[in-house]
């Protein structure tokens, strides 16, 4: 039956395929990959196509141009189990061609960044064309231009850690989308102005499907944690198109540089949206005010299972909407756009398979409206001139930059404040006398109010830094900045800096900072001091900073000691109450460091915080942190390796102040260990994370694809004509495969505490024993162990058992497998293996928990007579639960049993034959269905040159008791019915020439009713 269930609709033995003539079809290129074209139809099914293309080619195509190429490109519409609904952002096509050394061309996608270019950088993802060369030798010129189309939009989000929660932190959309699309790797994560690194060793992963971003056990996150993270997400609202380039001239002792950035909708080219006269009617009136831009939903539609719809109510206090299913009225589909509590009309009720109900509840009384935001088209372009000349120990230079924004192009309105520029000077001066170095340095900048920053010039902790809520507010800045760097033998340093901000009649700020640092034989010595004094229309603040810190450096590691503090007093100047916002914290702290060889290295730290909030107008005491790290790599040699890493912290709380709701103590950590044994016979893989953060409650929705590219199928088991949640099934059959899971527009996170352990263990007994006797050569040892484990956090630190049980579970993926094999050999055709599977899997989804957990026992054995004649018997034994807070109807315990005989005979070369039979008998335990099934499986393989070919036909007689109509009773017949049942295939790839390959595939079934027939056909290159 495993031909029958087979998920691949095309099997492909590459053992047919023949090695390509690379001289004959691409000179002397180096290609790889390949293209497929193909098509499914049959009598159960509608007909699709599928189309893929992997191709990787380098090399020279001349002695002065080389090329590289990149092509990846599939057509399947849909991603499963996220929240986008195209492919087409994960298409690839990149090619570049260099030129002499000096000139570039890249097409496809592009990754378009300029980070030296002060007043507009920026960083974009295009479909389109790029052209960099240079021009002179000693005086050079450089260009680079592209054009094409904008495939993305970036934004960038800042926000506080929370105590202990690792993740997943949500990202969203410029204009407030919750779900959204990232740009793969067109992330930047800060923590406290430092930027992150990604991978599951490093600090940080992230899901571009679902937006959200995870931190690992490497790195904490804490309260004081400022997180700014910067991104592209994939925009289908109109045709945008970005044309960008820069000129640069270099002399000795001077560069001048033009700048361009240009990026425009057209507004005649909407993509996902289908903007009606009415709709433009809106937002030319809008002008530039966003909260305009909105228009009514409602949409007349004829009544479909599929669809939420509504009807429309009339109420003298205001007409609203109310869902229904009933097909003799006048019914719309919605959308509703969230506005935040009390802002909206309508709230959500409940959630069906095709998504979420809304309830009317009153004007102002709920979250939602039954509007659509509408985006408007925009146009971004800033141009800068910059220079700079070098002079005697120092330098001195200018940019001037101008902006055309206009964020809505349907409307003329405000288009006076479109225009807005920018411009800044700057120099320095190195002076020296004996062993001093001092350097003066000074920047002048000024911004106009209506200048279009593009990503951000300043750096990520700016506003923080100034007590700004963000980087620019559309106010008008002027800023001076004055610096004195003082350095002594190369041992000492002061640096003194004045910062001056002023946003025209809104904030005047002064920041100083002096950071020093000396060394003293073994002593090193650093620290730094910033007051910064604001005065607002709104508050005033005053913000402290401070840390020092000593390091004594011995023959076998070092100690540390030190302290920091922030303090940050904001007053509301109509009130002079202090803003919630406001904070103190001070830190000790003594840190050790053993380093004394390659093989062991260890840091540990202990510090003491205290924390102060706004209580009774005034900064109180919190809490008080003791917390303890530990980082260390106790063994690394050729044979073992042990690292662990751990960071606790414990919360002590006023006594009035304390949440008894849960333990804000939290605890991450993980140890990684590798042993080799025995002469590397054996070998052991071991990692233990354990941690706090969040868990995801989501909700999906099934959605019909083209047929046989789905993965599940419906069956309305209740006969009501309504899609429900627990009618969806993984399809057997590809004809059934109409429907993808997808995550809807609705997620909530939960305080949860975290575990997980990997291991692996690998035994060959021979090596072990270091034995050469033939029989125990024969044998190998496997295991493998993943669990990975969610509980809510309440009283709780941690959880560090990996396979507990409770109530408080959200999360878990439990898998074992064990395996023991016999192998033949030329002497002894006997053969044999024992398999233990055991998978536990919760998902906490739509509100609910559903569990399946699955035990599985296989024992096979096997004979080979000669190398033509073979027979095997294969046994297996299966207990399935699941359970499902939701739905009765997935409540069900089986037990399964199969036994198989099977034999093999090999003809000659080219013909091969397959025969076997089973019994299987299913029964559930906690009801009345029971299943014994007998079948008859035949196949035949014959292989010539450059065809295969092969059939195979099952005759199954299922002999069934109980309701088969259900979900049980389908998941015991494995989507056949009762009584009869015949399977059959034929499958036929033919090599066409050296790089081309034809497969052909039938497959059908009968159960008695009708005969269903699924053809195919397929045509493959490769390189």
Do not use: C
């Amino acid at each position: 039956m495993d031909f029958v269930k087979t998920k691949n609709r095309i099997i492909i033995d590459e053992s047919v395929l023949a090695k390509n003539d690379k001289q004959r079809f691409l000179g002397e290129l180096n290609s790889k990959g390949s293209i497929i074209r193909g098509i499914t139809f049959g009598n159960n099914q509608g007909q699709s196509v599928q189309s893929s293309m992997d191709l990787q080619i380098s090399g020279k195509l001349s002695k002065d141009v080389t090329i590289l190429a990149s092509i990846s490109d599939h057509n399947l519409p849909i991603q499963a189990d996220g929240y986008t609904q195209t492919l087409d952002e994960f298409d690839k096509i990149y090619m570049q061609l260099n030129i002499k050394d000096k000139s570039i061309l890249r097409a496809g996608h592009l990754d378009l960044v300029d980070t030296k270019s002060y007043f507009s950088k920026y960083q974009r993802r295009s479909m389109g064309i790029q052209f960099q060369t240079e021009f002179g030798t000693d005086n050079k010129t450089y260009t680079d231009i592209s054009m094409g189309v904008a495939r993305s939009e970036f934004h960038r989000i800042r926000f506080q850690g929370v105590e202990g929660n690792q993740g997943p932190y949500r990202l969203t959309g410029k204009n407030g989308e919750q779900f959204i699309t990232l740009i793969s790797g067109s992330e930047q994560v800060f923590i406290d102005g430092i930027l992150m690194k990604r991978g599951e060793n490093q600090d940080y992963v992230i899901n571009y499907n679902t937006g959200e971003v995870t931190f690992t056990s490497f790195r904490p996150i804490f309260q004081q944690n400022f997180i700014t993270i910067s991104y592209n997400y994939t925009n289908r609202n109109y045709s945008r198109y970005l044309f960008t380039g820069k000129v640069e001239h270099k002399r000795e002792k001077m560069k001048i540089g033009l700048n361009w950035f240009m990026e425009n909708d057209n507004k005649n080219a909407p993509l996902a949206l289908n903007l009606s006269k009415e709709d433009e009617k809106i937002l030319a009136d809008a002008g530039n005010n966003p909260n305009l831009m909105y228009a009514p939903s409602a949409v007349e539609t004829a009544y479909d299972v599929n669809k939420i719809l509504y009807r429309l109510v009339q109420n003298p206090n205001g007409n609203y909407y109310q869902f229904s299913t009933d097909a003799s009225q006048l019914l719309y589909t919605l959308s509703f756009t969230y506005f935040g509590a009390n802002l909206g009309d309508y709230k959500v009720t409940q959630t069906t398979n095709n998504g979420r109900v809304f309830e009317y509840v009153g004007q102002n009384m709920g979250e939602y409206r039954a509007v659509r935001k509408l985006p408007a088209p925009e146009k971004s372009q800033v141009y800068t001139v910059n220079s700079e000349f070098l002079l005697k120990n120092g330098k001195i230079g200018a940019d001037f930059s101008l902006s055309n924004y206009d964020i809505n192009l349907f409307s003329s309105k405000d288009s006076d404040k479109n225009i807005g520029y920018a411009g800044r000077v700057f120099g320095n001066k190195t002076f020296s006398k004996k062993n001093w170095k001092g350097t003066p340095s000074f920047e002048y900048q000024y911004i106009d109010k209506q200048f279009r920053i593009l990503d951000r010039i300043n750096d990520v902790e700016f506003s923080r830094d100034f007590n700004l809520a963000q980087e620019f507010s559309n106010k008008t800045q002027n800023r001076f900045i004055f610096s004195f760097l003082n350095r002594w033998n190369n041992k000492s340093v002061l640096n003194y800096r004045v910062n001056y901000l002023n946003e025209r009649d809104s904030y005047k700020g002064i920041k100083n900072d002096l950071d020093f640092g000396w060394i003293n034989k073994k002593y090193f010595t650093k620290g730094n001091f910033s007051y910064l004094n604001t005065n607002a229309t709104l508050q005033d603040t005053k913000f402290i900073r401070g840390g020092v810190s000593t390091e004594f450096t011995g023959k076998k590691g070092s100690w540390t000691a030190g302290g920091s503090m922030e303090h940050n007093e904001k007053y509301f100047n109509n009130t002079q109450l202090l803003d919630v916002t406001s904070f103190s914290w001070r830190e000790v702290f003594i840190q050790k460091k053993i380093g004394d060889s390659a093989r062991t290295r260890l840091l540990t730290k202990a510090y003491l915080r205290d924390n102060d909030s706004v209580r009774d107008n005034s900064l109180q005491n919190m809490n008080r942190i003791l917390g303890f790290m530990a980082e260390s790599q106790l063994i690394k040699n050729d044979k073992t390796t042990l690292t662990a890493l751990l960071h606790y912290r414990k919360f002590f709380y006023q006594s009035d102040l304390a949440d008894m709701s849960r333990n804000n103590d939290f605890v991450v950590g993980n140890i990684l260990y590798n042993q080799q044994l025995f002469r590397n016979g054996a070998r052991l893989q071991a990692f233990y994370e354990l941690g706090n953060g969040q868990e995801a409650q989501r909700e999906f929705q099934y959605i019909k694809v083209t047929d046989g590219q789905g993965v599940y199928k419906w069956t309305d088991y209740n006969g009501d004509g309504v899609q429900q949640l627990d009618e969806f099934e993984i399809a057997e059959y590809s004809d059934l495969a109409q429907y993808i899971r997808i995550y809807t527009n609705s997620v909530r996170y939960l305080a949860s505490n975290k575990n997980k352990i990997q291991l692996a263990l690998f035994v060959n007994p021979s090596i072990v024993f270091n034995s050469e006797n033939k029989f125990l050569k024969r044998w190998n040892f496997n295991i493998s162990l993943n669990s990975q484990n969610s509980y809510l956090k309440r009283d709780k630190v941690l959880v560090i058992n990996p396979f507990e049980k409770n109530e408080d579970q959200i999360l878990k993926n439990q898998n074992i497998l064990t395996s023991l094999q016999f192998n033949p050999t030329e002497k002894s055709g006997w053969n044999g293996n024992y398999r233990f599977i055991s998978n536990d899997n919760l998902l906490n989804a739509n509100f609910s928990n559903e569990e399946r957990q699955q035990r599985s026992h296989f024992v096979n054995l096997g004979y080979w007579f000669n190398k033509e004649f073979r027979i095997d018997w294969e046994n297996s034994v299966h207990e399935l639960k699941n359970s499902s807070q939701l739905f009765s109807t997935r409540d069900y315990i089986l037990n399964n049993f199969e036994t198989k005989p099977k034999a093999t005979y090999k003809f000659t070369d080219s013909v091969q034959a397959e025969f076997s039979s089973a019994y299987r008998e299913k029964q559930r335990t906690d009801g009345e269905e029971l299943l014994k099934a007998f079948d008859i499986t035949g196949t035949v393989q014959w292989e010539r040159k450059k065809t295969s070919i092969r059939a195979n036909f099952s005759f199954i007689n299922n002999d069934f008791t109980g309701n088969s109509f259900s979900i049980v009773g389908n998941q015991m017949l494995d989507g056949l019915k009762p009584g009869k049942n015949q399977v059959w295939s034929v499958f036929v790839q033919q090599s066409l020439n050296s790089f081309l390959q034809l497969n052909l595939n039938y497959e059908g079934r009968n159960s008695g009713e009708r005969t269903i027939h699924i053809g195919s056909m397929q045509v493959k290159a490769s390189f």
